[in-house]
């Protein structure tokens, strides 16, 4: 029981984490429909910035509903056997594969960008392309671990040296683009409704639950993470598929 209560913590979080956004999305629609707002960031020596709302708010935030739909196989969360060179035993997420994490990313940036837009570049794009870059070499698998990793990181950095965001010689200045906020927003929902109807078609086919057990098991990308998978950590035993 202690195991299986364990798995379910990273997938809380991230639906948390994307509940919170989807949350605020909306409300910048409602408030700031077709007009800009000031707002400020509410840290100490932070900065007023400016938003736009508009339907991009809303389109953003029915693919982050559909990001926590598609959240699948958390039931076959495991730990990464030790190795020679490699003694971290990360989190391994067999299920969650290349088409979760590219919606999810358009999605997380075009929040930041429709909420937070003078810091789209490092609170946005810089930090989602970093666990990208650790999912597709060294840590496959370990995509949302390296993500809340991240995540924390540029956290206590944002609250601990507020002034080095806005006030620096590298701060990128939005282009406060309406257009380009409706086609990154709607490249977010069409990318989550794909995956989607995917999971939906794999679900008939094979007649598993994803929310019990696992979806992805016959993919080779699946196979190639779960091979890593360390059977004697107790949080990789057998997860019953249907």
């Keep these: 029981m202690q195991h299986k209560v364990c798995r379910l913590f990273p ?4 639906a948390l984490n994307i509940l919170e956004a989807v949350i605020r999305d909306i409300q910048l629609g409602r408030n700031y429909y077709g007009t800009k707002g000031i707002l400020n960031d509410g840290i100490k020596d932070g900065v007023d910035y400016v938003v736009i709302g508009g339907a991009w708010n809303y389109m953003n935030g029915i693919a982050g509903i559909l990001s926590i739909i ?11 056997k030790e190795e020679k060179n490699d003694k971290s035993k990360s989190l391994l997420w067999p299920d969650m594969l290349w088409f979760y994490i590219v919606p999810y990313t358009f999605w997380n940036f075009a929040y930041v960008y429709n909420a937070l837009p003078h810091r789209a570049w490092y609170n946005g794009l810089a930090l989602l392309i970093a666990p990208i870059i650790c ?5 496959k698998g370990s995509w949302v671990q390296h ?6 990181l540029w956290c206590y950095f944002a609250l601990s040296f507020p002034h080095l965001l806005d006030n620096s010689p590298f701060t990128v200045i939005s282009s406060y683009n309406p257009t380009i906020q409706f086609i990154v927003s709607l490249i977010a929902l069409l990318s989550h409704v794909a995956v989607v109807f995917y999971m939906i078609y794999k679900i008939k086919k094979t007649s598993r639950n994803p929310y019990k057990g696992e979806l992805y098991t016959d993919l080779k990308g699946y196979k190639a993470i779960k091979a890593m998978a360390d059977n004697g950590s107790g949080l990789s035993s057998a997860v019953p598929q249907k």
């Design 135 to 139: 999912a597709l070499t060294t840590s």
């Design 70 to 80: 598609i959240i699948t196989g958390f039931a076959g969360i495991c730990l990464r």
């Design 147 to 152: 993500r809340g990793h991240t995540l924390a």
């Design 11 to 14: 997938p809380a979080i991230l």
